[in-house]
């Protein structure tokens, strides 16, 4: 099995090939998996990209809780969509049930006083008219919300009160409203909610499994685990529902039922090319980075810094993608509103016209594309001149 040709069927499953045009932002997170969101622009970059989605629908349906960001696999945030809500906050309920755990041991906490910090965050909320932030939240609970001094401090836990908002969102009894409604900021407020039943966790991992291998077939067992942040023994049961078949790799396998589909892929000819975020599905769902990059571009240096491209885990800015191969690096500069880009292909009308499609989508509709919450124009100066210098 060629390496262009996996990529291109990874890129066709993503939905990079213009298939989902048209779709809404829910149909395309159940079709090409959950979009990881830190604050930055990589949700409304994916989903520009796949359907050509702008902000403003994408945004309606966050308002309407068609879609939503909610901790889930390996206790990070995604945006999901509503039929994997239950999954989701299933099986990233193990985070918060860890971070009390060690504030059990470490910080004197004790389970019942924060299961009644939990009941006065609910009483709270439901008594209030509007999302309230977590200086609010910790006002209203007054003496249930313990200080937890320089031990919590040393620990990244100054008070019981994330704690608190860490199981209740588990459970689905409160959500992070985002501030002004954008995914790509982390400003929120809580409000009351009741997400329904939480799916039990060995269903919850099953279904995982099979909504992975779904998006990310071929792939391989070690990069579910990575993706779910299953131990080996909890993945290996996972799978076992699963009718998984070797794709052609020894480490890669796809369900049965794709792989006719796949045995027929035929690579594009033409260029396809979609701008991303170094955080989207199409490196995330494998972290693989050898496979997406030719290996002469793996030699290239690190935009910024001092590493060669096939050194790094992840990508050290957004990405240029055709048909699943890195094929360029790219930054958005809001001060002269535009992108700045570093193409490994050479430049031709059908990548200039994605490009300005995206420049647009990005300077009218965003304002600015960082990469996560702190990312700002003076942080990423060192890659827009490395871009610019070629």
């Not at 078949?245 to 020894?250: D, L, R, Y």
């Not at 769902?285 to 590493?307: C, E, F, V, Y």
């Amino acid at each position: 099995m060629s390496t262009s040709r996996l990529r291109a069927w990874w890129a066709h499953r993503q939905g990079l090939d213009g298939r989902l045009r048209g779709a809404s932002a829910a149909d395309v997170l159940e079709q090409t998996g959950w979009a990881r969101s830190v604050g930055g622009s990589g949700p409304y970059l994916g989903l520009f990209a796949r359907a050509r989605l702008h902000r403003e629908a994408v945004d309606a349906e966050v308002a309407r809780l068609a879609i939503h960001e909610l901790p889930s696999a390996r206790g990070c945030t995604y945006v999901l969509p509503a039929a994997d809500f239950a999954i989701g906050l299933a099986v990233g309920a193990g985070a918060p049930e860890g971070e009390l755990a060690a504030a059990e041991r470490h910080l004197g906490v004790t389970r019942a006083e924060v299961e009644q910090l939990c009941a006065a965050v609910v009483d709270a909320l439901e008594a209030a008219d509007a999302p309230l932030d977590p200086a609010a939240l910790k006002t209203a609970a007054g003496p249930a919300v313990r200080n937890l001094g320089d031990a919590g401090r040393k620990r990244g836990v100054t008070t019981t009160l994330p704690l608190a908002l860490g199981l209740l969102q588990a459970r689905g009894d409160i959500r992070r409203a985002p501030v002004n409604g954008r995914l790509d900021q982390q400003r929120y407020g809580y409000v009351r909610w009741n997400a329904g039943s939480v799916s039990e966790v060995d269903t919850a991992r099953a279904e995982l499994a099979r909504r992975y291998f779904g998006w990310a077939a071929p792939a391989s067992l070690k990069q579910f685990r990575w993706f779910s942040g299953f131990t080996a023994s909890v993945a290996k049961k996972a799978v076992e529902a699963l009718e998984l078949v070797p794709a052609g790799e020894p480490d890669l396998v796809l369900p049965k039922e794709l792989s006719d589909e796949f045995a027929e892929f035929t690579e594009p000819d033409e260029p396809r090319y979609a701008l991303l975020a170094g955080v989207d599905g199409i490196h995330l769902l494998h972290r693989d980075m050898g496979r997406l990059l030719d290996p002469a571009d793996a030699a290239r240096k690190t935009p910024g810094g001092n590493g060669t491209l096939g050194a790094e885990a992840d990508p050290p800015c957004h990405v240029i993608v055709d048909r699943g191969r890195i094929a360029g690096l790219w930054e958005f500069d809001p001060e002269a509103g535009e992108i700045v880009y570093q193409s490994f292909v050479g430049e031709g009308d059908a990548l200039r016209e994605t490009v300005a499609e995206t420049e647009n989508f990005i300077r009218d509709e965003l304002g600015d594309a960082r990469s996560f919450s702190l990312d700002s124009v003076k942080s990423r100066a060192p890659r827009l001149a490395a871009l610019r210098a070629g």
